[in-house]
C-alpha cells in the first residue's frame, strides 16, 4: 500500500508553534497594559465636565505625581517609556504572527468561511493600522499642542475645546474610537483565549463581556469630544 501525503498540508513545526505562542502571550500581556491605560485615560477625559479648573488640575497632578520623593514628571516618563515598549511589542507581535500565518499558507482559500469570522477580526490589522496614526495625530494634537489651534502655549482644557469645535477633528476621532472599539472587542476575546481563560463554557460569557467592555470604554471616549461640538461642553 502506497501512502500518498498532500504536500500542500504540512505540519507545522514545534519551535514555529512555540513561537507563535510566545508572540500571542506578548500580544496578550501588552494588550492587556493598554486597555489599563485606556480605563484610567477615559476617566480623565471625562472630567472635562468638571470645567477647566478641574481639568487643568488633573492634568496638572499627572505630571506631579511622585514628587517630591523623586523629580516632576519623573513617574509620567516611566507610564510612558512602559506604555512605548507595550504599543512596540503588541505590533511587533501582531505583524510578526500575520507574516508566520502567510507564511503557513501561502495560497489563499478558494472559499472562505465568511461567518466564521467576524467583522472585527476581518478588520483587525487595518484597525491597528488605523489607531497607530491616530496614536501621533492625538499627541501632536492635545499633548504637544502643535497640532492644535490653540498652540503648544495653551492649557490642556483650551486644547480639547478648540479641538472638539471643529467637526473635521471630531470626527477623525469618531472613527478612531469606533476602530478602537472593534479591535478592543476582538483582543479582549484573543486575549482570554491565548491566557487559557477561556473555553467552550465560557465562551458566551466572555464574548458578552468583551462586546460590553468594547462599547462601554469607546462610549466613554466619544461622549467629551461629541458634548463638546454640540455645546454642551463649553
Known amino acids: 500500500m ?3 501525503t498532500n504536500s500542500g498540508q504540512r505540519r507545522t513545526p514545534k519551535v514555529a508553534k512555540t513561537s507563535s505562542v510566545a508572540k500571542k502571550a506578548v500580544m496578550a500581556v501588552s494588550g492587556i497594559i493598554l486597555v489599563l491605560y485606556l480605563i484610567a485615560h477615559m476617566v480623565g477625559n471625562l472630567k472635562l465636565f468638571a470645567g477647566a479648573e478641574t481639568f487643568n488640575g488633573y492634568s496638572e497632578w499627572i505630571r ?3 514628587e517630591p520623593a ?5 513617574v509620567l516618563w516611566v507610564i510612558r517609556i512602559v506604555l512605548l515598549v507595550a504599543v512596540v511589542a503588541h505590533a511587533w507581535a501582531a505583524v510578526s504572527l500575520w507574516k508566520q500565518a ?3 499558507r501561502p495560497t489563499q482559500y478558494v472559499a472562505r468561511k465568511a461567518v466564521a469570522q467576524s467583522y472585527a477580526s476581518r478588520t483587525m490589522r487595518w484597525g491597528g493600522v488605523i489607531l497607530a496614526l491616530f496614536i501621533v495625530y492625538h499627541i501632536l494634537d492635545l499633548t504637544l499642542g502643535v497640532a492644535n489651534p490653540e498652540g503648544p502655549g495653551s492649557t ?5 475645546i478648540a479641538g472638539f469645535l471643529n467637526p473635521i477633528v471630531t470626527a477623525v476621532y469618531v472613527i478612531a474610537l469606533l476602530a478602537l472599539g472593534f479591535h478592543l472587542r476582538h483582543g479582549i476575546w484573543s486575549a482570554t483565549q491565548t491566557l487559557g481563560q477561556s473555553n467552550r463554557t465560557r465562551e458566551r460569557t466572555v464574548n458578552a463581556f468583551a462586546t460590553v467592555f ?19 461642553i463649553e
Do not use: C, E, H, N
Not at 523623586?70 to 519623573?74: A, K
Not at 490642556?156 to 480639547?160: N, T
Not at 471616549?221 to 455645546?231: C, H, N, Q, T, Y
Open 2 to 4: 502506497v501512502t500518498v
Open 156 to 160: 490642556p482644557y483650551d486644547r480639547a
Open 214 to 232: 468594547a462599547v462601554v470604554l469607546t462610549a466613554g471616549f466619544l461622549i467629551p469630544p461629541l458634548s463638546v461640538l454640540v455645546g454642551i
Open 64 to 66: 506631579r505625581i511622585g
Open 70 to 74: 523623586v523629580p516632576g514628571q519623573t
Open 102 to 104: 502567510k507564511r503557513a
